[in-house]
């Protein structure tokens, strides 16, 4: 059982920051890539940002400049930094991992998601 648990989401006003963090935990193998989705009212979900195990970082055009991620795989921790929010940003963010595990010649790779959690931005 893997288990990802995302932290950090709450009200914040228009303008402001919020730093989310997402921990794996269980029996973990490899994480290759961590990211963070988002999912708002009455839309689908689509990523915010991705990082690999190699630290490379991919970012959706509509947040770039105004998100950076980061991940300390000593902690199998992926963290989401949001400045400049606006109130477009509320959502249900999502922690999504890749884990990878190795058997013979063989390599899987499984998707695992967290709960999620709440951000609002409103005044």
């Known amino acids: 059982q893997v288990q990802l648990v995302e932290s950090g989401g709450g009200l914040v006003q228009p303008g402001g920051s919020l730093r989310l963090s997402c921990v794996a935990s269980?029996?973990?193998?490899?994480?290759?890539?961590m990211g963070w989705y988002r999912q708002a009212p009455g839309k689908q979900r689509e990523l915010v940002a991705s990082i690999t195990v190699g630290g490379a970082t991919n970012y959706a055009d509509s947040l770039k400049g105004r998100v950076t991620i980061s991940r300390d795989n000593s902690k199998n921790t992926v963290y989401l930094q949001m400045n400049s929010l606006k109130p477009e940003d509320t959502a249900v963010y999502y922690c999504?991992?890749?884990?990878?595990?190795?058997?013979?010649?063989?390599?899987?790779?499984?998707?695992?998601w967290g709960q999620g959690t709440q951000v609002s931005v409103s005044s």
């Open positions: 999504k991992a890749v884990l990878v595990r190795y058997s013979g010649v063989a390599t899987f790779r499984n998707n695992y």
């Open positions: 269980g029996s973990i193998s490899s994480i290759d890539t």
